[in-house]
């Protein structure tokens, strides 16, 4: 059956009438929650560059890490970051290009900051955020050390750890680099 064209405006008139409100109600929000503190906004914004940028103060060595590893990551992560239920995080056998390749922090990532990063918001995974700053440069100091990335005697602090050569550091593409060279 065909509507007749008074009758399709009539509809078309209605569902506009009874929207408007709605959207007026959307840009109001739903009301939910509450305003956000500004400290309680800094709990969250602890991203660190890959150049470094945004790395607390704080130190750590590889021996002390050496001792948080084995107390909180390894029993997930397992001896020497060889993996067990956790990520295999160092001992790459494996390149990147066989069948099988070993992601770790020596054989996959690029910059040594984004350890730091990780660690500091997501481990170890029962308790993340539960570590000090000095205790993150540590125990990335430690998983530098287990890659051969650093020697056993090395600081992780903010100017040591953006300077960590990261063996696949080139093999990344930068696609904003590339839309400028096009
Ligand atoms: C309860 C188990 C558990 C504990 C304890 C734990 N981790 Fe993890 N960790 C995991 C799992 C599972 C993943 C993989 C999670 C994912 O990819 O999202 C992971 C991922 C990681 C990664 C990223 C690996 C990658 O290649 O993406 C790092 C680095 C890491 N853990 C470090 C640590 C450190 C350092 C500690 C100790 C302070 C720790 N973890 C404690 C379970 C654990």
């Not at 390894?74 to 995080?89: I, R």
């Not at 993150?136 to 100017?159: C, G, H, Q």
Request: proline share 6%; net charge negative.
């Amino acid at each position: 059956m065909k509507m007749k064209k008074h009758q399709t405006i009539l509809i078309l008139v209605l569902i506009a009438v009874g929207i408007k409100p709605l959207i007026a109600e959307q840009a109001k929000g739903p009301g939910l929650g509450k305003a956000i503190a500004p400290e309680e906004i800094a709990q969250w914004d602890i991203s660190v560059f890959p150049n470094g940028e945004g790395l607390p103060e704080g130190k750590g060595t590889v021996a002390e890490g050496k001792k948080i590893y084995q107390q909180q990551c390894l029993s997930c992560h397992g001896e020497n970051g060889l993996g067990a239920t956790g990520d295999q995080l160092a001992g790459a056998q494996m390149a990147l290009t066989s069948d099988y390749p070993e992601q770790t922090i020596g054989s996959y990532w690029p910059y040594a900051t984004t350890v730091f990063d990780v660690v500091r918001r997501s481990m170890p995974m029962t308790v993340p955020g539960s570590l000090t700053n000095n205790e993150v440069y540590a125990v990335t100091a430690y998983l530098l050390f287990l890659n051969n990335l650093i020697s056993k005697d090395d600081e992780m602090n903010a100017t040591t750890l953006p300077k960590v050569k990261m063996p696949n550091e080139n093999g990344f593409i930068n696609i904003y680099e590339t839309d400028e060279k096009n």
